[in-house]
């Protein structure tokens, strides 16, 4: 709980100008931790006046030398990994082995991508006529990230910027400030200079839109809703900076009759709730073939009704709560909006799961017979729900897959390789995963349509932070 109360501008942790404080709560119990400040124009002010002033010495260090600095913090995201996994078990309760196993590991795992990226770039090179191209740092990035997975989008914003020579301010999302705190002080052990990375506690209205707008920061990259997205590109359309944005998704997740349809579709299932369905790329809509309809129908029931929930401080592969009190209301209205609309309820449903008076937890619930104009099926709930639709065909599956305003990411569920590459090609989403296909460090991750723009991770994340000089020699 150490510096809960302050922010880390220039170098230093420092008393904010603001004095609007703002709950810190632990979603297990309800139980408030502590309070942060919510800063003010003020505290943005000051912050990317650090950062400017930074820059203008950092983005003139060489690329072995931001290596040296990276190399540091690897080795400091390795010895903490154990704080940075307690911090997100207690403030959005992700189960502790969870939490070490993926959302702690996302920031030695995202810095190794980052470092191999960062070696292999080529920042000058002759162009075919002559010419000279050159990659640059693009300047002060603003940085808004999620509660979802904290340090994994903070290591997905900040890593790039720091390993191209751009200074940053970054604002976490204001419901997981420990686990920010604590990366925030591995950044100043490392030893990166002052001002490089700045940190401050804010809301989206005020200090998201101060960043946006603001005339010293050349590049704002968020990752949130579509909603906020919008508000964030056109807050930053009047100062015409770069705009990079991660934003929901709808993930169809086409099934088969040809694949192993008990492993797959329990994997599926198992898919979706993780994170108990906190994932902008879930797989939350399982799109099967009609002659396996019913099958997949019992042993997605099967599987869903034997998913553990349980305290998050406690290890295992239970899922735990959902974040806050607005996040668990939202999800119970997703769910009788699908009773409303008359979608077979499968298992789970309102309220608590038996057993829990306290916390905010859901049952994992599914709805089957779902026609893919229901709201269930169009809009992100962000919970432990899955919905299911049948289709009729090869082509049937790949209109209702692509039949949202998303395209972050898209599964695919088949033992035939030639059919895999035919349907992934006509799938409109930024990844589609095969199979069980996971996630690799090191790739690109980003979406089409109202998912976003630009991408992070590898080489490409890095490109977002670097603009392009042409040199046209005499």
Partial sequence: MRNL???????????????QSFPVLNPATEEQLGSIYLGNLSDVDRAVAAARRAFETYSQTSPEQR???????????????????????????????????????AAVGHLSGILEALKQQILRETL???????REPIGVCGLITPWNWPINQIALKVLPALATGCTCVLKPSEHTPLSAIVYTQMIHDAGF??????????????????????TGVDMI????????????????????????????????????????????VSASVLECMYNTGQSCD???RLIV?????????????????????????????HIGPLFDRIQFERVQAMIDQGITEGATLLCGGLGRPEGFDHGWYVRPTIFADVDNAMVIARQEIFGPVLVIIPFDDEEDAIRIANDTPYGLAAYLQTSDENRAERVAGRLRAGSVHINGGGFNYGSPFGGFKQSGNGREGGVHGLEDYQEIKTLHLG
Wanted: one cysteine or more; proline letters at 5%.
């Fill in 5 to 19: 109360d302050k922010f880390y501008i220039d170098g230093e942790w420092v008393t904010p100008h603001s004095n």
């Fill in 67 to 105: 290596i040296a600095l990276l190399e540091r913090l690897l080795v400091l995201s390795e010895e903490r990994r154990e704080e940075l996994a307690q911090a997100m078990t207690t403030e959005m309760g992700a189960p502790i082995t969870m939490s070490r196993d993926v959302q702690a590991d």
């Fill in 128 to 134: 075919a006529n002559g010419d000279v191209l050159v």
């Fill in 193 to 214: 200079p002052a001002g490089v990375f700045n940190m401050l506690h804010g809301n989206g209205p005020t200090v998201g839109s101060g960043l946006s707008r603001h």
């Fill in 221 to 264: 990259s968020f990752t949130g809703s579509s909603r906020a997205g919008i508000a964030v590109s056109k807050d930053a359309a009047d100062t015409v900076k770069r705009v990079t944005l991660e934003l929901g998704g709808k993930s169809p997740n086409i099934v088969f009759a040809d694949c192993d349809l008990p492993e797959r």
């Fill in 282 to 284: 879930a797989p939350t």
């Fill in 289 to 317: 073939e009609r002659s396996c309809y019913d099958q997949v129908l019992n042993i997605a029931k099967t599987t869903a009704e034997n998913i553990g929930i349980g305290d998050p401080a406690q290890e295992g592969d």
